[in-house]
Nanobody, 121 residues
Framework: QVHLVESGGGLVQPGGSLRLSCAASGSISVIYAMGWYRQVPGKQRELVATITNLGSTNYADSVKGRFTISRGNAKNTVYLQMNSLKPEDTADYYC???????????????WGQGTQVTVSS
């Protein structure tokens, strides 16, 4: 069993910053990639940013230049530094991990429970 736990959401004014954290734990063999997605009620969940185990990153166009994804030294943690936040960044943010739980076991998507980010004055 694998668990992803997010933290760091909250209320921030437009132009402000927040840092989200996510820690993976459990029966982890390999973490191929981790990332952040967000979802607004009534809309599909969308990619925000991902980072592979080799350090390659990918960002949604809407957050490029404002958000930075990084991994912790322990490699089972991922962070999302969000700067210059806009009201349209308001959403529930979910941590994702593509994780293998054993030798020659394919990676499976795991999700955290989500953390709410509200950008409002």
């Amino acid at each position: 069993q694998v668990h992803l736990v997010e933290s760091g959401g909250g209320l921030v004014q437009p132009g402000g910053s927040l840092r989200l954290s996510c820690a993976a734990s459990g029966s982890i063999s390999v973490i191929y990639a981790m990332g952040w997605y967000r979802q607004v009620p009534g809309k599909q969940r969308e990619l925000v940013a991902t980072i592979t185990n080799l350090g390659s990153t990918n960002y949604a166009d809407s957050v490029k230049g404002r958000f930075t994804i990084s991994r912790g030294n322990a490699k089972n943690t991922v962070y999302l530094q969000m700067n210059s936040l806009k009201p349209e960044d308001t959403a529930d943010y979910y941590c994702n991990g593509l994780i293998s739980t054993g030798w020659r076991t394919p990676g499976t998507d795991y999700w955290g429970q989500g953390t709410q980010v509200t950008v409002s004055s």
